[in-house]
């Protein structure tokens, strides 16, 4: 395994680091260091903003100290992690914006999680922003980065602007055109929605042409990744992108693959077919993210959905499958309002904090032989 560690968000609202101080940044390292990780994915730009920028049209709160430290603090934490001996990822979000602030309502009218708007990659202004984001960012961390994930995540939907696009795509692919698929019949062996999904990942393609002309414009020479999404439920696993035609179309690029529902009992060896085997046979190297001090998603009525049960089931597929990178969401719970890491519900799992549950996590790696 090249690197294991932990995958954390100064931005707002997913519940732990965007309120840490250079004391708490020490502590976490140290832990980590500790625990044998040498890897730190830290995400400045989510659904929410982490990092104090110069645009107007992001989200900037004065709460989280990436902001009221005037971006010192992710300094701080980026150096200290390099003189623990550690890579460090910066992950940025370029599709989702608190659409209030940001001045350009989603071209989609269902395209929203709360105050927040989901944007596909052509309405008009968005890809554009897109790059301004990606240059800022690579200007004011890229120094200190060994590597960038960008994340594209909702940028697929149908919207009225993306047809001609579509359209013209279709008959340069010899496909069907946008009426045809939008009134398919629904047979229950065909997949109508493969199409779009290949319109789609191109779109995707573009976008991250676009992305990776700016970031090594701006002298960044690191490895580039993005997320290619999967939907999973009981029975079904669905991935977002077609990833043999993203391998061609995007040569330069990695793919982090991750359990989508973070839940380990749920089509477990399908999970690990999508997310390793298939893009080891690609030639990917494996970017796995997985559930690390995580209450997201969990059913606290069933004890067998505990975090020492998920992260058991884990190990065990770590070592049966050997991701190349092991990334865990989730290091710390400490604002119960927290959207992926809650400090509420830790205590159902016998953990009083965010601290604790982790250097159990830690600890189960080294007894079970994964570090």
């Not at 980026?78 to 659409?99: D, F, H, P």
């Not at 395209?111 to 708007?117: H, L, V």
């Not at 001609?164 to 939008?182: G, M, V």
């Amino acid at each position: 395994m090249l690197e294991f560690g932990f995958w954390e968000y100064t931005a707002p609202g997913g519940g732990s680091v965007d309120r840490y101080t250079t004391a708490d940044w020490d502590m976490l390292l140290d832990d980590m260091a500790g625990g044998g990780m040498n890897s730190l994915v830290l995400c400045v730009k989510w659904l929410t903003t982490g990092y104090r920028s110069r645009y107007d049209w992001l989200d900037q709160d004065p709460n989280a100290t990436g902001i009221s430290t005037d971006n010192s603090v992710i300094h701080y934490a980026m150096r200290e992690a390099r003189k623990r001996g550690m890579k460090i990822w910066l992950l940025v979000v370029g599709t989702q914006y608190n659409s209030s602030k940001f001045g350009i309502q989603p071209a989609n009218p269902d395209a929203y999680w709360g105050e927040f708007g989901m944007y596909d990659l052509d309405q008009p202004g968005i890809a554009e922003r897109i790059e301004l984001l990606y240059a800022e960012i690579i200007e004011l961390f890229g120094e200190m980065a060994d590597g960038l994930i960008a994340e594209l995540e909702f940028c697929d939907r149908d919207s009225t602007h993306r047809i001609p696009i579509y359209n013209e795509w279709a008959q340069a692919e010899n496909r069907p055109d946008y009426d045809t698929i939008k009134k398919i019949a629904m047979e229950p062996r065909s997949y109508p929605f493969l199409d779009w999904r290949d319109f789609s990942t191109d779109r995707r393609s573009v976008m991250l042409k676009r992305i990776e002309s700016v970031v090594r414009g701006k002298g960044f020479t690191g490895p580039l990744t993005t997320i290619v999404e999967v939907g999973s439920c009981d029975g079904v696993m669905v991935r977002n992108v077609n990833l043999p035609r993203l391998r061609k179309t995007s040569p330069t690029w990695g793919v982090v693959t991750y359990d989508s529902i973070y839940n380990r009992r749920i089509n477990r060896l399908s999970s690990m077919d999508y997310c390793v085997v298939q893009p080891r046979e690609l030639g990917y190297e494996i970017n796995y993210l997985t559930r690390g001090v995580m209450t997201f998603g969990a059913n606290w009525d069933d004890i067998s959905d505990s975090l020492d049960d998920q992260w058991r089931m884990v190990y065990e597929d770590a070592l049966m499958f050997k991701p190349d990178r092991f990334w865990f969401m989730g290091a710390d719970a400490r604002n119960p309002e927290g959207m992926v890491c809650n400090p509420i519900k830790l205590p159902q799992w016998g953990y009083p904090d965010g601290r604790t549950a982790r250097l159990a996590m830690l600890k189960m790696a080294k007894e079970m032989g994964v570090i």
